[in-house]
């Protein structure tokens, strides 16, 4: 890699729009993310984070903007570059997504098969590596619906990694799993990054796990980025905003209640159907 | 919204659900080397549709054909001509009863299947997870489980059919006395070749719109618990309205 190649940021997105049912999710959205560094795209729920996952893997297209991974505005690749840019990603989806009539093994091996021409044993080889460093070669035989939450976000991590792609994407890495299974993928993602160099992209509302891995951290709120800056800077924000959501506070900016009619009137008008 | 609106707005529906599983089956043809490169695939789909669903299809063939054995035997006893079951039967069975039903029971028990799974794949994020590895999961999902349908379901009315006709013959022969020479020369004699390609035509036009839809269902269910649900019960619903008309014009085509 030269080095014009590798300041080059790996994802740029530049100005997005996008709307779905009506609704809007990015008015104006834009943000770099740096080559080899561990960035955190935070924000509260329903804000588009996954939305924004999707469109760097191509699979949703921005009304207007572009979105740059490593120099190629995704939306305007052919079916088949998508297809070569997609070889050099991995994702962990946030509810695993493996192929429920493989086994651990077969998923693993699942892309390398359909992607190379390798011989069996060295694939028996790669995959049996992957699960070693997840933790899981003792479970290479099992189904999926034989493994834990945690078990089976660590499969989908070995499977995202196996063909040792430059960029790795993680949909709420660390939802739903046990203090132990979040330590292990915490870690897995931070050896991933230092180890092998891959630029990663975490999207996760777990602001004490994420600040613990992350070099830059994207605040996104109404659709667009509200603050930006290493957790530390973020945590010394002046904006409100920020602050209630690197804090965890219930109640700020972002109201704990969900738009409603007076309580006190409500409640008195009694028997006035609400559903 | 007025009547006109509303019919016009469920016509505007319809006609985009009509273009939507066009440019579906149009990207299953783009698809389909991959699935033609990985024949493992739709030979696992074939014994998912097909040979799970023997049983079933047999035991209703077996019915059915019994069923014939005792109308044939009441209508054509009354013109005195019981020796006439056996071309009746196999009639009846090639050129309507076996397709249709077929189709109708492939829809009930192999096209749910194929539904519920695929949109459970997407419910699952299973189908992103492929798009995301660049694979495509036209090719590698819907291609196989449509090939295997539509391979089945005219072996699977070959097999009714089969079964049906020993049916009548058990009926016909054994419990109510029709000569058994007389059933078997009676349906060599009328039955032509003609009978048997209609109940083929059928039944291969039956097999494709019934895994087209069952397939179609599934990849565009909505992804949740009531969404699979939805789609299942319109690829049943939507297949037995599709066949019984398809039959219709298949005939009065062919007649």
Not at chain 1, 29 to 48: D, E, F, H, N
Not at chain 2, 39 to 48: D, G, T
Not at chain 2, 101 to 108: H, I, S
Request: glycine letters at 10%.
């Amino acid at each position: 890699m030269t080095d014009a190649q590798a300041d080059r940021p790996m994802i740029e997105v530049e100005d997005v729009r996008f709307s779905t049912a009506g609704r809007v999710i990015f008015d104006g959205m834009s943000l770099t993310v740096l080559r080899g560094r561990i960035t955190a795209i935070m924000g509260p729920s329903g804000t588009g984070k996954t939305t924004l996952l999707r469109m760097i893997t191509g699979q949703l297209r921005p009304v207007s903007g572009r979105v740059l991974v490593d120099g190629q505005n995704v939306p305007g690749l052919s079916r088949h570059e998508l297809f070569a840019l997609r070889r050099r990603m991995g994702m962990l989806f946030q509810n695993s997504a493996l192929l429920t009539d493989y086994s651990v093994f077969d998923n693993i091996a699942f892309p390398v098969r359909e992607h190379t021409r390798l011989p069996e044993t060295l694939i028996r080889n790669l995959v049996l590596t992957k699960l070693q460093a997840v933790g899981l070669r003792g479970a290479a035989q099992l189904m999926p619906t034989q493994l834990s939450g945690g078990m089976g976000r660590r499969v989908a991590l070995a499977r995202a990694m196996v063909l040792d792609p430059d960029l790795l994407l993680y949909d709420e890495p660390f939802s739903g799993l046990d203090p132990i299974s979040m330590g292990m993928v915490l870690r897995l993602i931070k050896v991933n990054n230092d180890v092998l160099g891959v630029t990663s992209v975490v999207v996760s509302h777990d602001v004490e796990e994420i600040n613990q891995i992350a070099d830059y951290c994207y605040v996104v709120s109404g659709g667009r980025v509200i603050g930006a800056g290493t957790p530390d800077e973020l945590k010394r924000s002046d904006s409100e905003l920020i602050r209630q959501f690197m804090s965890g506070a219930p109640d700020g900016p972002v109201p704990f209640h969900y738009p409603a009619p007076d309580y006190r009137q409500q409640l008195l008008n009694e028997g006035q159907r609400h559903d | 919204m007025t009547k006109a609106n509303l019919l016009l707005r469920r016509l505007t529906q319809a006609i985009r659900k009509l273009g939507a599983v066009t440019l579906f089956f149009v990207g299953m043809l783009q698809a389909l080397p991959y699935a033609v490169r990985r024949p493992a695939l739709v030979s696992r789909q074939v014994h998912n549709a097909g040979v799970l669903s023997l049983v079933i299809i047999m035991t209703s063939g077996f019915f059915v054909g019994m069923v014939i054995g005792l109308q044939g035997y009441d209508a054509f006893s009354r013109l005195r001509q019981e020796d006439l079951l056996g071309a009746g039967a196999a009639l009846t069975l090639l050129k309507e009863l076996g397709p249709v039903v077929t189709a109708l029971l492939f829809a009930g028990r192999a096209g749910t299947a194929l539904t519920a799974e695929i949109g459970l794949m997407r419910a699952t994020d299973q189908i992103s997870a492929m798009e995301v590895m660049a694979i495509d999961p036209m090719g590698r999902i819907a291609v196989p489980r449509f090939l295997g349908g539509v391979i089945s379901v005219p072996l699977l009315t070959a097999i009714f059919n089969s079964v049906g006709i020993l049916g009548a013959w058990f009926v016909g022969v054994q419990l109510m006395g029709v000569d058994n020479g007389a059933f078997w020369s009676q349906m060599q004699e009328y039955v032509e070749t003609g009978d048997v390609n209609e109940g083929i035509l059928k039944s291969v036009v039956f097999g494709v719109a019934a895994s087209l839809v069952a397939v179609f269902e599934g990849y565009t269910a909505e992804p949740t618990a009531e969404g699979v649900g939805l789609a299942t019960t319109r690829t049943v619903v939507i297949t037995s309205v599709l066949v019984l008309i398809l039959d219709y014009m298949i005939t009065a085509f062919l007649l």
